[in-house]
Structures are given as structure tokens and as C-alpha cells.
């Protein structure tokens, strides 16, 4: 029946624009489960007394005073989606006209490719720091943290790792994301105008490749920046754990593999493992301070050269 529902949804699919995004959060819901948000108290208490833990161990190593939201949000997937639909209709709003020869034929394929994105996604991801990227800034919270509660629980069992452990693991990663963004107030303006610009000249018919490329690298930096962090911050081993994801990784079936292609998360692990390198080399050649220097100014950033280099960046923050 949900099968049936979401491909239904995704056939009447309406409007003016290339995708109908009712459509899409409900077809995207109709075929996913959304998983249990029965959750103890203590289980609650522990999120939040992770959070806490992982400010202030981020914090003491990294030096970076920066605040996290008001609210940690425990969620399932359907909350998930209903959270970042927002944010994919943000980025996609300069496509509104792009509908094409064929305008009907043309909005359901796009609401079919968006509903298969968010559905994957949804079951997937398990932590998300979100800036709010494009957001209207209306007065409300300007940053988000949320847990998908029944993939962590799916994950950590197919794992056979200890609960409490790898919500501390993945709670860790997420508030090093809010650190970096904390220590640099524009980071957000700075992904927001190259993600308008690179959509914007995709509208037109042209795919600006330095754009993409430097948003790139920009997340390169953010990435291995957040691995910095959390090999410097969290209180105990964790390569077991890694090596388990890894595992898992490399482990999925034919259909799952192309999607994640298509969905670029594959480039999302080459932007790990970069970033990974890069700040491990800067760290270990100066200092973990030394290495937020990279927040300091947008011209600080990391070239796509330098990420292969550590040293040239190095030599250029020196001088």
C-alpha cells in the first residue's frame, strides 16, 4: 500500500514548476517507514547530556566558543523529511521555470527523482547539524541539530555496537559541524551565494564547473575539519566503529550502490578522506589552533591544490 500511495502521489504531480513538492513529501513518506520514536526517558537524557559533553570537549580542544541550537531534536524519518524538503525546494527555486518541452511528463520525473533522493536519505541518515541554508532568518532558530532516532537504533543493532556509545559517537561528529560554523559566522552566507550562483547558471543551461568545484573543496575542508575534531574530542576510540560503517558501506546491494552514486555520497567520502588528510598533516606539522586558521576568513579556505599540499597552505598562513 505505501508503494502504491507514494507511486500514486508522485503520478499527480501538479503545479506551475519542475516539481511538485507536495507531491514528493507525500510520496516520499508513503514509501518509507517511518520508523519508531519510542524512546525512554533515559534514552532522551542521554542525547542530551552527549550534546552537552560534546560542546564542551569540542570546545576545550578546538578553542572555538560557539553555541548550539535551543532545541535538540530527537526525530523519525518522516520528521527528517518534512525538515530538509524545505532546504531542497530552497536550492532548487531558481529551476521554478525550467520545466521544459513537455511540462507534465517533466515534473513527474523530476518529483520521481527527488522522492527516491529524500526516501534514501531518510533511511540512511542518522545525525544532521543543519545551518538552514537559504532560509528566510524570520526570527526563528538559525541552526538545527537532529538524531533520525530509528536509524541510529537499526544501525547501531545491525552493528552489534553498544547503544549509548555509538549515540555518543554520532552526537560528537554533529556538534563539530556546529563548531566549525560557529567559528565561522560567514560560512553560511559563503555556501549560500556559490549554491545560488551554481543552481542559477544550471537554470540557464550551463554548469559553472569552477563553482562546483570550489563548493567542493569548501566542503572538503569542512568535512576533514569536523574529523579533526572529533579524533582530538571525543573521550574514547572509535576506529572499531569506522571500520564497522565502512564495512557496511561496502556492503550494500546493486540498487543501493547506483543511488548513492547518482546522489553524489560517494564524492561525500573522497570530501572525508581529503579533509581527513589535509588537517591531519596541518595539525601534526603545527597545531589543531593553527589549523582554524582555516575559519578565520573566507581567503583562508583551502584551494583544491592545497588540500593534495597541506604544506603551501601552511607557508601561506605563516606569512
Not at 110 to 117: F, I, K, Q, R, Y
Not at 170 to 180: K, L
Not at 183 to 212: F, N, Q, T
Amino acid at each position: 500500500m505505501g508503494l502504491y500511495r507514494s507511486v500514486r502521489a508522485v503520478s499527480e504531480a501538479s503545479g506551475s514548476g519542475p516539481i511538485d513538492w507536495e507531491a514528493v513529501a507525500e510520496a516520499s513518506k508513503a514509501g518509507t517507514d517511518s520508523g519508531t520514536l519510542d524512546i525512554s526517558t533515559a534514552e532522551r537524557e542521554g542525547y542530551a547530556t552527549d550534546v552537552r559533553d560534546a560542546r564542551d570537549r569540542v570546545r576545550s580542544v578546538s578553542g572555538i566558543d560557539f553555541d548550539l541550537p535551543d532545541r535538540v531534536q530527537i526525530i523519525n524519518r518522516h520528521h527528517w523529511i518534512d525538515n530538509n524538503i524545505e532546504t531542497f525546494r530552497r536550492v532548487m527555486t531558481p529551476l521554478e521555470d525550467q520545466v521544459g518541452m513537455f511540462p507534465s511528463a517533466a515534473r513527474v520525473i523530476n518529483s520521481g527523482s527527488m522522492t527516491v533522493a529524500l526516501s534514501f536519505l531518510a533511511r540512511n541518515v542518522l545525525g544532521q547539524y543543519d545551518p538552514l541554508l537559504l532560509a528566510d532568518g524570520d526570527g526563528a532558530d538559525d541552526h538545527a541539530l537532529y538524531f533520525v532516532y530509528p536509524n541510529i537504533a537499526h544501525v547501531a543493532d545491525s552493528l552489534a555496537a553498544d547503544d549509548d556509545r555509538f549515540r555518543r559517537w554520532i552526537a560528537f561528529h554533529e556538534v563539530t559541524h556546529a563548531a566549525e560554523f560557529g567559528a565561522a559566522p560567514w560560512l553560511s552566507d559563503h555556501l549560500e551565494s556559490r549554491m545560488e550562483d551554481a543552481v542559477e547558471k544550471l537554470a540557464a543551461g550551463d554548469i559553472d564547473r569552477e563553482m562546483l568545484g570550489e563548493l567542493d573543496t569548501t566542503m572538503t575542508a569542512v568535512e576533514g575539519y569536523a574529523e579533526l575534531l572529533m579524533d582530538r574530542a571525543f573521550d574514547e576510540e572509535y576506529q572499531d566503529l569506522r571500520e564497522e560503517i565502512e564495512r557496511r558501506r561496502q556492503g550494500r546491494g546493486p540498487v543501493q550502490t547506483l543511488i548513492r552514486r547518482v546522489l553524489g555520497l560517494n564524492m561525500k567520502r573522497r570530501q572525508y578522506e581529503r579533509g581527513k588528510d589535509f588537517f591531519d598533516a596541518v595539525a601534526d606539522a603545527r597545531d589543531i589552533e593553527f589549523a582554524g586558521k582555516v575559519w578565520e576568513r573566507p581567503e583562508n579556505l583551502p584551494t583544491d591544490a592545497e588540500i593534495d599540499a597541506p604544506e603551501q597552505w601552511i607557508r601561506r598562513m605563516a606569512e
